[in-house]
């Protein structure tokens, strides 16, 4: 069992530069979430999705985009990369809702430096 | 406006030298009060879910509790592998939203 998985680990990009982030989860979770971690400001949740086919905003949403076309599943898009937007990026997921059962597996995060 | 403050932001210990990490919250009906622990370049891995207010739960050297307003968690003699970054999050009533403290910093040296 991996987890969740994300690719790359790193990358480098230049201003204006697009480019994608890769989330697979073996755990047929329903929920997919991403997230950018700052130093000094906690994760903040980028965008979400509830089950195959849907995507919402979260937090910070501006600049993004999300798709998720395969249950197992999200991608995280930049389309014109920003300084802005350096960070670590975690994917994460978790069970559909049962109110004893909600925690997040997340990971090991995307180190994206734009320049 | 919904809100989780941790303290302190980093806290060295010796090994052994008991202490504990606090994590306000602010959040009308919370579902539920989580702890993470991240090692350096890794995601974070869950440790404990709390419920409601006078809950506790323990792992090894660790032990969380919770009431109306915060959360603590304590460690006992701690050892060097306890050191890492705690993460507090709050869950909110409406879906699966989660909001996260900034963290405690924690080194225990030997």
């Known amino acids: 069992n991996a987890g969740v998985t994300q690719t790359p680990k790193f990358r480098v990009l230049k201003t204006g530069q697009s480019m994608t982030l890769l989330c697979a989860q073996d755990m047929n979770h329903e929920y997919m979430y991403w997230y950018r971690q700052d130093p000094g400001m906690g994760l903040r949740l980028i965008h979400y999705s509830v089950g195959e086919g849907t995507t919402a905003k979260g937090e910070v949403p501006d600049g993004y985009n999300v798709s998720r076309l395969k249950k197992q599943n999200f991608l995280l898009g930049l389309e014109s990369a920003a300084p802005s937007q350096t960070s670590v990026y975690f994917c994460?997921?978790?069970?559909?809702?049962?109110?004893?059962?909600?925690?997040?597996?997340f990971g090991s995060g995307t180190q994206l430096s734009v320049l | 406006e919904d809100q989780v403050t941790q303290s302190p932001e980093a806290l060295r210990l010796q090994e052994g030298e008991s202490s504990s990490l606090n994590c306000s919250y602010t959040v009308s009906g919370l579902r539920g009060l989580f702890w993470y622990r991240q090692d350096p370049g890794k995601g974070p891995e869950f440790l404990f879910t709390?419920?409601?207010a006078g809950e506790e739960k323990e792992k090894e050297r660790l032990k969380a509790t919770l009431t109306k307003k915060e959360s603590f968690l304590h460690i006992t003699a701690p050892k060097p592998e306890d050191s890492a970054t705690y993460l507090c999050a709050v869950q909110a009533p409406y879906f699966n939203k989660f909001y996260f403290g900034s963290g405690t910093k924690l080194n225990v040296k030997p």
């Open positions: 709390l419920y409601s």
């Open positions: 994460a997921s978790s069970y559909l809702s049962t109110g004893t059962n909600e925690k997040l597996f």
